[in-house]
């Protein structure tokens, strides 16, 4: 799924290409510079625009989803979708994880909405992607690779893989949803408990073509109540390394700073009472860093990719 209106040229790569330049420029980018609509995500359950941010001699391709285009969703009636990714991201910003690319809040042509940072894959397909695209399972297995979360036969689950629920494909065959065992996986599952994060689909996963991973589409997360629901449960019960709560404590301590400017930022994107389990969440894993398990009511999100 990509941008469908215009197919990227090739030609713009060097342009549109944002890897050479740093995080805080990027930024910068994307909140003052004029959006170039490039085209619209198909199937988005929200409306989802790709565009080129051009700043000065700068141009970085983001998705552009304005608040006018968000589907109401009746559990979560505060605030927007878009102050939701924001405040995700602000989160992963201030882990230093990286996990979720640059996102701001601004205006744009069709009203305020978020700005985000569009990742290019390595063949421009993300994780979960059917390459076939035939909706059959993938035959990973048989070709050696499988994506970071994948679908593959359950008598051929290869090593190095977490096996998350067995299913029936259309066949009748047995099927296993499986994701990668991988530490940028496995920080993304922490950051999910973190920002209590309702969808992480398959879909929701990158794989960069700079090697990174990432994850995208952070409007229902934040919420009061828990609501994890998640593919990535291939850890449940073990521990969360000791590197990730150290990250955590310095979180927490920025966000029981009250007049830090993380708290003070986060407080005009979601509620007071949301700010506050946010804060009970952090201290609950630094107090028992084990992960959550699936014993809940719709663990895994529907579809899964
Ligand atoms: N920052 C991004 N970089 C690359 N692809 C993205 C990005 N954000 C979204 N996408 C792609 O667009 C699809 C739809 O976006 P998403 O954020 O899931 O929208 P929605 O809120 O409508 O579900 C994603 O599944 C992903 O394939
Ligand atoms: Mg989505």
Redo the contacts with the bound molecule.
């Keep these: ?2 941008p469908t209106s215009r197919e990227p040229d090739p030609a713009d790569e060097t342009a549109t290409d944002a890897r050479g330049i740093d995080g805080a420029a990027i930024a910068e980018v994307l909140e003052h510079g004029e959006l170039e609509l490039v085209g619209q ?1 198909r ?4 409306a ?1 625009l790709v565009c080129d941010a051009v700043y000065r001699d700068d141009v970085v391709r ?2 552009y ?1 304005p608040v006018r285009g968000e589907q109401p969703l009746w559990d979560f009636p505060d605030g927007t ?1 878009a102050g939701r990714e924001v405040g995700s991201f602000l989160i992963s910003d201030a882990l230093r994880w990286s996990t979720i ?1 640059t996102t701001v809040l601004r205006d744009g042509q069709f009203g305020p909405g978020m700005v ?5 894959g390595p063949d421009d397909g ?1 994780a979960g992607d059917d390459q076939a695209g035939d909706g059959d399972i993938d035959d990973g297995v048989a070709h050696g690779r499988l994506d970071l979360v994948d679908l593959c036969r359950s008598d051929a689950v290869p090593s190095g893989f977490h096996r998350v629920i067995e299913a029936y494909d259309s066949r009748g065959q047995e099927v296993t949803l499986v994701h990668a065992d991988d530490p940028r996986l496995l920080r993304m599952a922490v950051l999910d408990v973190v920002i209590n994060n309702a969808d992480r ?1 398959g ?2 996963i ?1 794989a960069g073509a700079d090697g990174a991973v ?1 994850g ?2 952070h ?1 229902i997360c934040l919420h009061r109540e828990d609501k994890l629901r998640t593919v990535l449960w291939g850890w449940a019960g073990q521990p969360v390394p000791a590197e990730l709560v150290a990250d955590l404590e310095g979180l927490l301590a920025r966000l029981t700073d009250r007049t830090g400017a993380l708290r003070t930022r986060l407080q005009t994107l979601i509620t007071t009472t949301e700010v506050a389990m946010l804060v009970e969440r952090i201290r609950a894993i630094i107090d028992r860093p084990v992960m959550p398990t699936p014993d809940r009511s719709r663990p895994i999100p529907w579809p899964a990719f």
Aim: with cysteine.
């Design positions: 799924m990509g995500v199937g988005a359950s929200n989802t983001c998705v989803k979708l690319p985000q940072r569009w990742i290019d993300h689909k879909g929701h990158l990432y995208v589409d409007g």
